[in-house]
């Protein structure tokens, strides 16, 4: 008896996983509906006034969560994108890194690199079957460090706050498939530039017809005071870029 209630249990439990995965990983109306996810390549550089440019590569992520904008599918009319989203890109530095003697030995700078950002994206606009536009804001906090060149600079803030008008124009190359259109993203700070000004553009490009792979390409820049911690120079504005190219793999709104 109690190896028939065993095995009952084992069957319901694979029958309640393979319903799960239909309905939640692989339908319309699963998870891929609420997420969309990025992995690429990136190269960034952090250029200071009097010295020279740092370089980084490596491994670029994105997650985005729709929050509202997952429940509207309407291509003639009112439109709406908005989502939380986190960013990371983890590399190593391209230059030779510095030393230094430090209490008769020789101490040398590390070569990890990262860039982060978080924040909340919102806009609306109109959609119709073979063009969309729409604009809005994006709420951001992001920081940056290329070896020990960190941006913010160390007595700064921990993270620099940014809030750039955003902008998105969509053009579907297929009246058939509404989903198969060209995205153009831009990012831009207007105004004063204490503010660590920030700007992008971005262009993704639909790999299959119902638009849940894209091909994507971005820059991305931002003004702000840099400090070396290895070198202790002190505080100095600094140009970031970055460059990056990968795969987007999820449904528009």
């Known amino acids: 008896m109690k190896k028939h209630f065993l095995l009952f249990t084992l069957i319901l439990a694979l029958a ?5 995965q239909k309905y939640i990983y692989v339908s319309e109306d699963g998870i891929r509906k609420v997420v969309r996810a990025d992995i690429g390549y990136a190269q960034w550089t952090m250029e200071a006034g009097d010295s020279s ?3 980084a590569q490596g491994i670029h992520l ?4 729709k929050i509202f904008s997952w429940l509207s599918e309407n291509w003639d009319g009112f439109a709406l994108h908005d989502a939380f989203y986190f960013t990371l890109d983890l590399g190593l530095m391209k230059e030779e890194a510095h030393t230094k003697f430090m209490r008769g030995a020789v101490e040398k700078e590390s070569r990890f690199c990262m860039n982060g950002a978080f924040g909340y994206l919102g806009m609306l606009g109109w959609r119709a079957q073979r063009w969309g536009a729409l604009a809005g804001m994006d709420l951001r906090v992001r920081a940056a460090r290329i070896g020990d060149l960190t941006m913010p600079n160390i007595d700064g803030p921990l993270l620099y706050l940014s809030t750039p008008l955003v902008f998105r124009a969509e053009y579907a190359m297929s009246k058939k498939y509404p989903d198969f259109r060209v995205l153009l993203t831009g990012w831009k700070t207007l105004g004063s530039t204490k503010f660590q000004p920030y700007e992008s553009l971005r262009v993704e490009f639909p790999l299959n017809k119902n638009g849940r792979f894209w091909l994507l390409a971005q820059y991305n820049g931002q003004t702000g005071l840099s400090e070396d911690a290895f070198l202790f120079t002190e505080p100095q504005e600094t140009t ?3 460059y990056l190219v990968g795969i987007r793999v999820g449904n528009l709104p």
């Open 62 to 65: 994105l997650n985005e969560i």
């Open 53 to 55: 440019i740092r370089t």
């Open 240 to 242: 970031f870029k970055q």
């Open 16 to 20: 309640g996983t393979s319903f799960a």
